[in-house]
C-alpha cells in the first residue's frame, strides 16, 4: 500500500477535529438526546447521476434538525480522490454516528447491503437516465478532469464524440485504459432499487418534480431510523431543502438536463446502446419497450 502524503494526513486530522466539534455544536444546540435519536444518513450515488445534487439536498438537513455534515469525502474516496479498500470502505461506514450525513458511491453487495439498510439508518440512492450519464461522463472526463482515467484516451486516442460515447457504452479493454460497459456499471448499482428501507430517486424527479421529491426526502427520514422531530413544518422542510439546490456551486455541474442525450447521440450511439444494455432502461422505468 502507497504511503499517504503528509499533507492528506493532516487534512484527515483536521477534518475529525471538525466533525467533533460540529457534533458539539449540534448538542449545544439540541441535546445530547436529540443527536442520539437522529438516523444516520448516507447518500449513496450511480457516477454522474447527481450525487452532488442529492448532497447539497442533505446537507439542508442541518438546519431542520440535530444533523451534522462532517466535510469528509465520500466514504469510498480517500482525501486525495483517489478508491478506498473494501475494508476501509466499511470501517467509514461503521465510523458514522446518529446525525452524521455523508455521501458515496456503494455497489449494490455484501457487507453494504446488511450495513445500509439497518433500522437507525436512513439511505438515500439516485440515479439517472443511462445515455444522460454517459454523455455527462464523457465531458467530465474528457473536459473537466484531467486526473480521469479516460482523459488522455478521450483527448488522445479518439477524435469524436460518437467515438467516445461508444467507448463509453461499450467499455474499454485497452491496457492502461480500462472502463466497463453500461450494463456492467448499472448492474453494480441496480440492486439498491429492490432493497427495502433505500429511498431511490431519479436525477430527473429533483429536476422536473422537486417539490413532491424532496417532500419523500421528508417522510423518508420520518419513517426509518429512530423517531425524531425536525424543527419546521413538512412545507417549510421542503422550501429550506428545495433553496440548498445550487447546482453551479459544484465543480463537476456541466448542464443536468434531463434528456440531454438527444444532442449527442447519434444512431449508432443508439444501435449500440440497445445492443450493449438490453433492457436496461426499461428496468430503470425510462423506456417501456426498445423503440426509442
Known sequence: MPDIPTRYLIKHYLKQIRWRTRRLRVV???SADELHNAPIILGNAMPKSGSHLLTQILEGL???GPFVDPGFPPVNRSEGNLPLLPEKVQQNLQAMRPGDIRYGYIHAREPYLSL????NWATFFIYRDPRDMLVSHVFYAKDMYEGHGMHDYYNRHLTTMEARLNASIAGVTEPGYELSS?????DSYIGWLTQPGVLCLKFEDLILNRESTLGSI?????????????????????????AH??????GTFRKGQPGNWREHFTEGNKALFKEVAGDLLERLGYEENGDW
Open 28 to 30: 449545544m444546540r439540541y
Open 62 to 64: 442541518t438546519e431542520l
Open 116 to 119: 445500509l439498510t439497518q433500522p
Open 182 to 186: 453500461v450494463r456492467q456499471r448499472y
Open 218 to 242: 421528508i417522510d423518508h427520514l420520518s419513517a426509518f431510523g429512530r423517531p425524531f422531530q425536525l424543527s419546521a413544518s413538512k412545507d417549510e422542510a421542503i422550501a429550506i431543502l428545495a
Open 245 to 250: 439546490i445550487v447546482p453551479r456551486k459544484s
